[in-house]
Every structure is written in C-alpha cells, then in structure tokens.
C-alpha cells in the first residue's frame, strides 16, 4: 500500500468535517480524524482522557464503531468537536497530532458486502447513446426502480493500491467470438459509496427511506474501475463480473452523515410514479461536487445533486425483498455524470473516438499503463464554507502477462 499525500486544501478539513480513517505510524492501526492537514490520533486521546469511547477507537478498523448505532455516532461526533475545541486540551492534542504526510492509511473498514447502481440519467442515456445508438435511451425498468449489480467485497481496496490491468474475453472481429488478453479499453467510474453501520434483519421489510440515517454512516468516495471491452461481452444476460470485479478503489477517509446537513438539496422531480417503498418523505439529494484528474489532467467535475435514484431510495430497493444489510456494507452510486461533465472515459471520449489531451498534448482514449487517476470531492459546509470527501487515487500496473491460457491439445 502507497503512502497518502493527498493535497487538498486544508480548510476543507476543519472542525465541520472531521472524517473517520485508519492510520499508524509504525505500530498498531487504529482510528483517528483529520483536521487541517494532520490525523488526531482519537484511540490516544481517549486513552489519556479515560473516555468510554476508547472502546470504539483503539480498533484496527472503524468495524467496532460502525456496529454501535447511530447514538454512539452522535456522542463521538460531540466528544471529538469539544476535544479539538477546548483550549485546556490544546496540549493533548497536539502530542497525538502527525502531519498526514507521516502517516500510513489503511482500509477503513471491513467490507461486508458491495453493490453497485447505476442512478445518474445523464449516464445511462449517455451509454445508450454510444452502445445502442437508435433504441430507447432508457431502458423499461430503469424509471421504476435503482437498477444494481452486486459486486465483489473482497476486490475493494484502499486509495494508493496500484491496479493492475486486468485480463478476461474480449470482443473480436475474426472468426472466433472472443480473444482473450488484457483490456484496451481500461476505464474509470466517479461514484460516491454509502457505508452502513447498522444492520437491518434478513425476511424483515427491508429499511424505510425514513430510517436511512439510523443504518447508514457515512461516505466515501469511489472509483470503479471497469473493463470496458471485457464488459460488453460477458453482460449479456446477467450483467458485468471480471469487467468490474478486479478492482474497486474507495477513499481512506469515511465521512459522517452528520457533516453533510448543509449539503441536502432537493432531489430531482421523478418522471414516473414510484412505488410507497421508494417514496422518500424528504426527498432529498446531495449537493457534491467532484472532480476527476488523470496525470494531473482535470477532465470533468460532475455534480452529485443531479442522480435521478437517491442514497436512501437505494437502500430501500436493496433490501425490500428481506435481504439483510450488515456492518460494513458498501453501495455505490454507479457513475456520477451531469450534462458536459461526465463520470467516466467511455462517455468523455465517446467510446473511443473522441480523444481528450494529456498533459503533453498528445491525444488520450482509454486509460494506459502508469496513469495515475485520481477522484475528489467536497460539499457546502456552514457560512459558506467547503468540505472535503477526501480523495481515492489508483495507478494502473501493466497485465500480469503469466495467466494461463487455454492448454493446446
């Protein structure tokens, strides 16, 4: 795992955001915050303090802390701000403060379970558009519920972990239906994730739109990272697997709900009736800005606030059939593209055929060996101030060139 060097600016990190992650600095991993550009070591300052919180803090993951509900996130989020704003703690802090640049990050938590969704209009119409040029630019069902894949739990990884090219059947031109070799269309998906921490039972109803808040925790940030050839041979019927399954990178730092009041906007209206299960009494969205950068490139900045499916609707759909949701589970958003502004390569490059310029003004497609992708985001703070979702950042690593092929008879 690479060190995090992440660069955005430190007001963006202040006393209204104070996100969860997992760091040491040569000994045992455990939970601290961020604040400016330094991580506050909450299991030291706990310890020292001989707060219950010690409990949940003095973890190798945020897995404990997750489990404990929403009441002990509400008290933390209370004990945390009052820690970094009494004066007459100023010198505990301060010995359990490391510039981020010192510090190792680690996963976050322990993934459970990954589902991915595919909620922004702007994106479906727009892979419509380059993939089925002439049918509809929506699918049938697509207005009636939060479409979905589940994914693979055990390919989530931190920010900073190279990625390697992936290999699997390919499309092709000559007589046989396929090839098989490494992707030439390697591309990357702007998502934002939603991590719960409390459970819902499996048989039961599912979770309300009205009790989002109760199970879900916080966000990340997300790049799936997706073979775009392999995926468009293996989807048909049952949807993308080794397209999508090698890799999905997540942010080190898990942002509480509770930092994202100031951020909740109106959803957009839904162009068809829904049913009572996906009805939200609030009907809210996120207003996030992001910002995806390949090489230093900046290529688009779409905005969250306009996905069609919401974050609680999503949970809703995810479990109204008596699915359980566990600790730890994360579901993404699926690509976050906004009209001039898209969330991934496929649609900024028209599948291909419309390059964009690097950096040394040569023209891009797909990504290639060495690019360094990398996505951030921030949301509306108080008095106008920006928050900071931190960032997830991966290189893409040449393919592993000794998988076996097929053993000629």
Known sequence: MEQSHEQTSASTYGIDALPYGVFDIGGEPRVGTRLGDNVIDLAEIAEKLHSPLRSQFAQPNLDVFLAAGKPVWDLARDTVTEWLTSSSLGGVIAQSSWPITDVQMHMPFTVADYVDFFSSKDHAENLSTILRPGQPPLQPNWLSLPVGYHGRAGTVVPSGTPVIRPSGQRPFTGNEPSDFGPTQKL?????????????????????????????????????????RDIQAFEYVPLGPMLGKSFATSISHWVLPLSALHHARVPAPTPIRSQLPYLVSDDNWGLDLDLTLEINGVRLSQPRFRDMYWTPDQQLAHMTVNGASSRTGDLYASGTVSSPGNFGSLIEITANGTTPWESADASPRTFLEDDDDVKITATAPGPHGTRIALGEVRGRVTPADTSIRRPIES
């Open 187 to 227: 591309d990357v998906e702007v998502e934002v994730g939603f991590v719960v921490g409390t459970a819902s039972p499996q048989g039961g109803p599912g979770v309300r739109t009205g009790d989002f808040e109760q199970h879900v925790f916080g966000v990340v940030l997300v790049n799936d990272w997706s073979a």
